[in-house]
């Protein structure tokens, strides 16, 4: 059934992100915040269409593109995320010589690639849905433009970001080559089907999931991670470390639903992402542990979370990776809104010696940072703790047991370097000649704060609302 | 008339050039240019299996693939502007600042 509905989201991002481009050139004003709000108003038209395509299951382009309740559910989800993330810019980017208004429009480019990579079942849409977004991403990193740092990521970001992409082209040569098809559904057939050799089919798909793994970050293709996390523009750190990341295991998701256990050669490809959950969870928070600065600490956090969300995947559990993602937005655009709290003009406090004693001098970003980092530490009662709770026992309940006993134990690890953290914040009398003032002039950074700390606790304490609505999403396929 | 599978090894064989390429080379635009040849590598594969197997559609994929590497092509080269205006230098070893 074809329906201009089901592109009626993407149209309204899509639209919003040309306007805001022509209005930065027709006006080109000095203060940039007009563009955000014209943004937002966008966003919210989008998430607005995708609340009334709930449970219409409408389609468009032959079936390219179905809007089924899962991709609405990551429609929002993004959707959110770049509320968040313009409202954390509104400041930040005039107060750090980053004042472009393309920021928005790029942003809002970057959510339609998500959203496409999301929507569809064909893998060459998704491929494009992926260099939208990582087109826009390489632009986003480099945003400073006097900033050498922030040259430098968008450098790095770009040049292995586009080395990865090669890979994932020929990934998906292979698999067309084998299968005849670009559709998931035709290429888990042909893995089902007959006794034939499928070496061929097997190379492009490890290819392919090489990357993946890039985009989303997995040991060991994660080496550009930390430097493009330290050297972006924080509110860009933010966003990177959240929504390309949803996306791609939005798209894994949808990939290895049918996989497991379908054929001996599937077997092989199980065991490979197993080895990688296992190395992104132990690599990624073990290096952590020497970083001492905090966006770096948070950058190798935001990967073991990825060997974490991986297990989901092994254990081929929709409803639990889904609230993961979720409650990884919250906790993790949380911890860098408060990290980019810590700012006044012209200067961010990273260093972990600039959090000392700031607990008690700006109580509200101590607190709340606080809270994140335990959410993201996994105690209880907060979302970080339920989210790895969910996917540790979906784990357990099909026999992935040492796979569980390493995630437990890395996340043990991990407690040590966020709680660093807060032991900084809350017990380190601050240094004489380290003088740290910041401007709490950022009603929207409060915003952001609140309702992230708000979506921690609901997640954490009463997450029964969100789990009915992910469990409508994954259902309903 | 030459078989398809020579097409096939031949674009295997650019994208492992592509791929030495970006490690041993040491300036920016080179190593762009070796992703380049790698993208095209992948796009002479399309075609080759596409040849194959029979079908159309490997051969229309290809100009999808071809418009992303162009607009991959735009950004890179503006991103290695922006870094070349700011240090003079396209040297790789130059753009260290962030380590650990």
Not at chain 1, 312 to 336: K, R
Not at chain 1, 456 to 475: D, H, K
Request: aromatic fraction near 14%; charge should be neutral; glycine fraction near 8%.
């Amino acid at each position: 059934m074809n329906n201009l509905a089901a592109l009626s989201p993407l149209l309204c991002v899509v639209l919003g992100a040309l306007l805001v481009l022509l209005l930065e050139v027709l006006f080109n004003k000095e203060n940039k915040s007009y563009l955000g709000y014209v943004s937002l108003a966008f966003l919210a038209g989008g998430a607005a269409l995708c609340v009334r395509s709930w449970n219409k299951l409408y389609s468009f382009f032959n079936g390219t593109l179905i809007l089924d309740n899962l991709a609405l559910f990551f429609f929002l989800l993004f959707s959110l995320a770049g509320a968040f993330i313009i409202l954390l810019s509104l400041k930040y980017i005039s107060d750090q010589e980053a004042n472009h208004g393309e920021l928005y429009s790029l942003l809002l480019l970057a959510l339609s690639g998500m959203m496409i990579m999301v929507s569809s079942p064909d893998l060459l849409v998704i491929f494009l849905g992926l260099e939208v977004l990582s087109v826009s991403c390489y632009a986003l990193a480099g945003l400073k433009r006097k900033d050498e740092k922030s040259a430098e990521a968008a450098l790095k970001y770009f040049l292995l970001g586009s080395f990865a992409s090669a890979f994932l082209v020929l990934g998906l040569a292979l698999l067309y080559g084998a299968a005849h098809s670009m559709v998931i559904s035709g290429i888990i057939e042909y893995f089902q089907a007959g006794t034939a050799s499928k070496t061929m089919g097997l190379i492009g798909l490890g290819l392919v999931i090489v990357g993946f793994a890039f985009k989303i970050a997995l040991v060991p293709f994660h080496m550009w991670t930390p430097d493009v996390y330290e050297g972006a523009p924080t509110p860009m750190t933010a966003f990177f470390s959240v929504a390309p990341k949803s996306a791609g295991f939005a798209v894994l998701l949808r990939i290895f639903l049918d996989f497991w256990g379908a054929s001996a050669e599937t077997e092989f490809v199980f065991w490979a992402l197993w080895v990688l959950s296992v190395l992104t969870m132990v690599v990624g928070n073990l290096i952590a542990l020497r970083q001492t600065n905090v966006k770096r600490i948070l950058a190798y956090s935001s990967i073991a979370h990825a060997g974490y969300m991986l297990v989901a995947v092994l254990a081929g559990d929709q409803s639990s990776l889904v609230f993961y993602l979720t409650a990884y937005l919250f906790m993790n655009v949380g911890a860098f809104a408060a990290l980019i709290g810590m700012s006044k003009k012209g200067k961010e406090y990273n260093e972990l010696e600039d959090f000392a004693g700031i607990g008690f001098k700006y109580p509200w970003i101590g607190g709340t940072f606080a809270v994140f980092l335990i959410s993201l530490a996994g105690f209880p009662p907060t979302a970080g703790f339920l989210a790895k709770f969910y996917v540790f026992s979906a784990a357990v309940r099909v026999g992935l047991v040492p796979l569980v006993v390493i995630g437990v134990l890395a996340s043990l690890i991990s407690v040590f370097y966020y709680l660093r953290i807060v032991v900084a914040m809350y017990m380190r009398e601050p240094s004489p000649d380290r003088e740290v003032t910041i401007d709490q002039e950022n009603p929207a950074l409060f915003l952001v704060l609140f309702l992230c700390l708000y979506g921690v606790l609901q997640l954490g304490i009463f997450p029964g609302n969100i789990l009915t609505i992910i469990r409508m999403a994954v259902s309903f396929l | 008339m030459i078989p398809v599978s020579y097409f096939f090894g031949l674009s295997l064989l650019l994208f492992a050039l592509g791929i030495i390429a970006f490690f041993i080379k040491r300036d920016l635009i080179t190593m762009f240019m070796a992703v380049e040849v790698m993208l095209n590598a992948a796009n002479l594969a399309f075609i080759s299996l596409a040849k194959a197997s029979g079908s159309l559609s490997g051969q229309v994929i290809v100009f999808f693939i071809i418009t992303v590497a162009a607009a991959e092509a735009a950004i890179g080269l503006a991103i290695i502007l922006l870094v070349f205006r700011q240090k003079k230098t396209i040297k790789v070893e130059e753009f260290r600042l962030m380590k650990g």
